[in-house]
């Protein structure tokens, strides 16, 4: 196990709506990186937090958004939901900034847009 | 255009053979590659890390080896077993920015 934790495991939301992913990274791990990974396909990275701070962002429109707070979790929130926004979700921890640091992971979340 | 590829079509080895894997990249100049694990419904698990002045890494049954002329990396498991039956990806990153952009994947079945 990693220790990095995500909730909810599962979640079904309808067009339109708001969702907010959560994620608790290891404790020392001062960097969260969120992806988005659709069936079949790599992760897509979609942005990365350090101390506290956005540091890169991917290819994603401004309805993702994202906050980390001083207890080593952090929050992935995508407003005005689509249906291409079904995928795994997955938060991963390190102790520095993405390339050069192994990423830990969460098991992710299921999130299902009806 | 950038990209990664890795072997869509599963790779199929008999337990005890060793399995390769292959990462190949156009139009990246990776600082760093790394390779994870995963399996269904689960994250990916970090396996090593090479970096662009090394040419191969090993930890355990584990051998991973960096070409920038080819613009390839392979991914070695010696002795392999069944429990060795997973998805394995690939991911680059660039000293231009921290973010990493993955490969799709190879699914890697072992067969007793």
């Known amino acids: 196990e990693t220790g990095v934790t995500q909730s909810p495991t599962h979640l079904i939301k309808t067009r339109g709506q708001q969702v907010t992913l959560r994620c608790s990274s290891q404790?020392?791990?001062?960097?969260v990186s969120w992806y988005q990974q659709a069936l079949g396909q790599g992760p897509q990275f979609i942005f990365q937090?350090?101390?506290?701070?956005?540091?890169g962002r991917g290819n994603f429109p401004p309805r993702f958004s994202g906050l980390q707070f001083p207890n080593y979790s952090s929050e992935l929130n995508v407003n005005a939901l689509e249906l291409d926004d079904s995928a795994l979700y997955l938060c991963?921890?390190?102790?520095?900034?993405?390339?050069?640091?192994?990423?830990?992971f969460g098991p992710g979340t299921r999130l299902t847009v009806t | 255009s950038q990209k990664i590829e890795q072997n869509s079509e599963a790779l199929n080895i008999q337990e005890g053979k060793t399995a390769t894997l292959t990462c190949n990249y156009t139009?990246?100049?990776?600082?760093?590659l790394q390779w994870y694990r995963q399996d269904p419904g689960r994250g990916p698990v970090f396996l090593l890390l090479?970096?662009?002045n090394e040419k191969e890494k090993r930890k355990e049954r584990l051998k991973v080896t960096f070409d920038t002329t080819l613009k390839q990396s392979l991914f070695h498991i010696t002795a392999s077993q069944p429990a060795d039956s997973a998805t394995y990806l690939c991911?680059?990153?660039?000293?231009?920015?921290?973010?990493?952009?993955w490969g799709a994947g190879t699914k890697l079945i072992i067969k007793p």
């Open positions: 991963a921890s390190s102790l520095g900034l993405a390339g050069d640091y192994e990423q830990y």
């Open positions: 404790s020392g791990h001062n960097t």
């Open positions: 090479i970096r662009e």
């Open positions: 991911a680059l990153g660039e000293d231009s920015n921290y973010q990493l952009i």
């Open positions: 937090y350090y101390r506290e701070e956005e540091n």
């Open positions: 139009n990246y100049s990776p600082a760093y």
